[in-house]
């Protein structure tokens, strides 16, 4: 059982990377699976998608693939976005375009948004929205939104609100208790070779 966890924020140093490294130590110390992967859009490593994907280009080629096998791989995926201007930041909104083979298809994710102050609902109502129909990775109806981010989570219990800080981390532990059940009983949805991709490449 391998869970992936997507740092969605472009900043080099972020407070939702903060929370996908809280996150992977959270799914590991628990032994909600037995390996994790952390990936992180910091400085933009992936340029604006262009065409040259569909024509093999070498160099994206190279970018691409370490990423799609760790992906692949993948039973389960975090995706954490902060809400920037309302949205979510167009490298995760990019991130979603590369991967139309399978990689994500019919794994469930959970959805993480981050706030430093009481925002982090648009982003939500905008992965469910817009960010699963080629790709189809699979949304569960479980989400967490880390409000006053910068007060929760943090390894120094000096900067943390502990009333706020206790209840998002109970909240992770049952949010990441329910994604590795879903992880688990979606295999099988996968295997069963009713998701073959052949038949209609592109979601409607
Ligand atoms: C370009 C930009 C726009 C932002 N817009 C919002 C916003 O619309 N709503 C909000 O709650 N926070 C907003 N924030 C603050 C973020 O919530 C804050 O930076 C938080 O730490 C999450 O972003 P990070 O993961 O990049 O650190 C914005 C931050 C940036 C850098």
Same mark, same amino acid.
């Given at each position: 059982?391998?869970?992936?966890?997507?740092?969605?924020?472009?900043?080099?140093?972020?407070?939702?990377?903060?929370?996908?490294?809280?996150?992977?130590?959270?799914?590991?110390?628990?032994?909600?699976?037995?390996?994790?992967?952390?990936?992180? !859009? %910091?400085?933009? &490593?992936?340029?604006?998608?262009?065409? /040259?994907?569909?024509?093999?280009n070498?160099?994206?080629? =190279?970018? +691409?693939?370490?990423?799609?096998?760790?992906?692949?791989?993948?039973?389960?995926?975090?995706?954490?976005?902060?809400?920037w201007?309302?949205?979510?930041?167009?490298?995760l909104?990019?991130?979603?375009?590369?991967?139309?083979?399978?990689? !994500? %298809?019919?794994? &469930?994710?959970l959805?993480?948004?981050? /706030?430093?102050?009481?925002?982090?609902?648009?982003?939500? =109502?905008? +992965?469910?929205?817009?960010?699963?129909?080629?790709?189809?990775?699979?949304?569960?109806?479980?989400?967490?939104?880390?409000?006053?981010?910068?007060?929760?989570?943090?390894?120094?219990?000096?900067?943390?609100?502990?009333?706020?800080?206790?209840?998002?981390?109970?909240r992770?532990?049952?949010?990441?208790?329910?994604?590795?059940?879903?992880?688990?009983?979606?295999?099988?949805?996968?295997?069963?070779?009713?998701?073959?991709?052949?038949?209609?490449?592109?979601?409607?």
């Amino acid at each position: 059982m391998k869970i992936s966890i997507i740092s969605g924020s472009h900043r080099k140093v972020s407070q939702s990377e903060k929370v996908a490294r809280f996150v992977q130590r959270t799914l590991e110390d628990k032994g909600l699976c037995d390996e994790t992967w952390l990936f992180r !859009l %910091a400085q933009n &490593p992936l340029p604006l998608w262009d065409e /040259s994907i569909w024509e093999s280009n070498p160099e994206w080629q =190279a970018r +691409l693939q370490p990423i799609g096998e760790q992906l692949a791989s993948s039973d389960g995926l975090v995706v954490v976005s902060p809400e920037w201007h309302g949205q979510v930041p167009a490298g995760l909104k990019n991130f979603f375009l590369m991967w139309g083979r399978g990689e !994500l %298809a019919h794994k &469930p994710a959970l959805i993480v948004t981050v /706030s430093s102050a009481d925002g982090g609902a648009y982003p939500v =109502a905008e +992965l469910r929205m817009s960010s699963y129909k080629n790709n189809r990775i699979c949304y569960i109806p479980e989400h967490v939104i880390v409000r006053h981010v910068e007060s929760v989570l943090n390894d120094n219990e000096v900067d943390n609100n502990p009333v706020a800080d206790q209840y998002f981390r109970g909240r992770f532990a049952y949010a990441l208790g329910i994604l590795r059940e879903y992880a688990l009983a979606m295999r099988q949805v996968r295997a069963s070779g009713a998701t073959d991709l052949s038949v209609f490449k592109n979601g409607m």
